[in-house]
């Protein structure tokens, strides 16, 4: 619910000296949210590896290597196999001589384009789905209900790969893929709220001062659904991120020779035994990532809503 | 219940045509020239020609839409573009792998879920509970080709340079021919997909365990005496199991998703292999099946889960 204690705040008789300050929910929430150790920590991280997928060239510089940069000589064993972590190469080289760091640096830009990208969109379309489908109800309530079914009982990873056979893969059709499959279930939650609120008596009140349709919508019902659209959010970029990366694992997603996590993780399969470092970083990073999110949406939840249920209690 | 079975039965049926006709639109309608695929990039016009007219892709689109769906109706699924097999026959090569991987990971992901989600939820905030809430959490936030990888790594590699040659890293063994090895080449792969998904399990047992611990009918449970371990396991988890069994329901339709990833991470010849390799051999036939198969899979256990809904709970059937 979004039902935010907004009105906890009584006003009492007024004794100008001690005025009790009143806060809004957005303050409330942050007061909460910045009381919160793990949440500050998991942002410290999402900040640091945003600032690291920027300053990427910034790596480039520091190392004077490219991210697809081959060194056959310093890169490869004479075997031909990867070099471990060393001064030169940080987290070692892979299969083809390029170092790890870079690729893994590089990496972060795709995943996080491709997770706030392709989840901003999809909480885009499931907000507009869902408040149009809420609101009028009716025939085109039933539509977009049953659209929304539809699209959820899609195979949506098999789908993507079919999708992708089609088009030829690539960053954004990923994006297009997985924005695609993750509209419905934020379109159904912010329906089932604009079904409850339309009912209420501010709309109505709205309505009766001649309000139109869309300004019902967006003026009077969307910011009350405002705080859950963000947790979804929150929610849904680690998802998009491990179904980008899924994407490249299997071959169907971005492009090589531009690393992203998910391919270097596919090459790494072939190398696991001779090279652990071609798991292990680009594992961590995907890792380190999904969970920062995550946890992250769990204290936005929390912060909103601290009687609503956790994803994870700590 | 009979109309409750119908009414669902309509509405997959209805769910079920509208995929067909999205993944035909896909394939027969989007720009994509499929004859010029088949035929080559260096193939004269002619031979384009030809090709399209042996598949009939020459004829009106509603044609070959009312041809696609006749022929689905009677379970034919055309032939693979690759090696003329019929795309049915090649299906059914790979569900036992698919099914084995699946109903074992199912199994695994029930029990470790549920019975973590019980232990955590005995004791709030104790010791126990913040590790299993912890580690649900991580393996929630892991991508299974990562858990894939990180478990050859160890369980593999690791376990057979130090000389216990447990588990191997790939292929499959039938049930019928050697129990054992079959056995041996699935622990990996249902362990990847069956720790991430149990991680849902956890917290949702947890959830429902804490909430049903509070209530009255328990209260009475403990103070007519009765032993908490009778209390947690007859009166407790039978109805905590509720959102367990819609969430079975929804993870065994998207199954295949998870398969296609597992079974690439551990070279199992199942139908994700079967997906992943015709995409990259263009081979649209094999493709189409798959995806049918997936869909009506989906709807099928979205149905049974509704059904099993409405026999544990009355009220439903009534909407």
Known sequence: MSALPADLVETPPLDPERAIEGRSPWQLAWARLRRDRVAIACLIVIVLITVIALAAPLFVYLTGHGPNEEFQTTGLTPDGLPRPPSSTFLFGTDSLGRDVLVRVVYGARISLLSGVLASTAAVIIGVLVGLVGGYFGGFVDTLLARLMDVVLSFPFLLFAIALVSIVGPGLWISIVVIAFFSWASVGRVVRGQTLTLREREYVEAARSLGASDVRIMFVDILPNLIAQVIVYLTLLIPAAVVFEATLSFLGLGVVPPTATWGNMLADSLAYYRVAWWYVLFPGAALLITTLAFNLLGDSVRDAFDPRGDRLFRR | ?319
């Open chain 2, 1 to 319: 219940m009979v109309s409750f079975l119908l009414r669902r039965i309509v509405l997959g049926v209805g769910v079920l045509w509208a995929i067909t006709t999205v993944v035909f639109v896909m394939f027969f309608v989007a720009p994509t020239h499929v004859a010029q695929l088949i035929a080559g990039r260096q193939a004269t016009p002619q031979t384009v020609a030809l090709v399209s007219q042996r598949l009939g892709l020459d004829r009106p689109i509603l044609t070959q839409y009312l041809d696609y769906l006749w022929r689905l109706l009677h379970g034919d699924l055309g032939y693979s573009y690759y090696n003329s097999t019929p795309v049915t026959t090649l299906l059914w090569q790979r569900v036992p792998v698919t099914a084995s991987l699946a109903l074992g990971a199912a199994v695994l992901w029930l029990v470790i879920g549920i019975s973590s989600g019980v232990l955590a939820s005995i004791r709030p905030r104790s010791l126990a509970d913040r590790v299993v809430t912890a580690s649900a959490l991580f393996f929630y936030s892991m991508p299974i080709f990562l858990l894939g990888l990180i478990l050859l790594y160890f369980l593999f590699y690791k376990l057979t340079l130090a000389g216990f040659d447990l588990f191997p890293g790939s292929g499959y063994v039938p049930l019928s021919e050697d129990p054992v090895a079959w056995l041996q080449h699935l622990v990996l792969p249902w362990l990847s997909l069956a720790l991430v998904t149990a991680a849902t399990y956890t917290r949702l047992t947890r959830g429902a365990m804490l909430d049903v611990l509070g209530e009255d009918y328990i209260r009475t449970a403990r103070s007519k005496g009765m032993r908490e371990r009778r209390v947690t396991s007859r009166h407790a988890l039978r109805s905590a199991l509720t959102p367990a069994v819609t969430q079975l329901g929804i993870d065994l339709g998207t199954v295949l998703g998870g398969a296609i990833i597992t079974e690439n991470v551990f070279g199992l010849p199942g139908l994700g292999q079967l997906a992943v390799q015709s995409v990259v051999q263009q081979d649209q036939p094999v493709i189409i099946g798959t995806v049918i198969l997936a869909a009506a899979f989906i709807v099928i256990s979205s149905i049974v889960v509704d059904l099993v809904y409405a026999v544990l709970d009355p009220r439903v059937r009534a909407h």
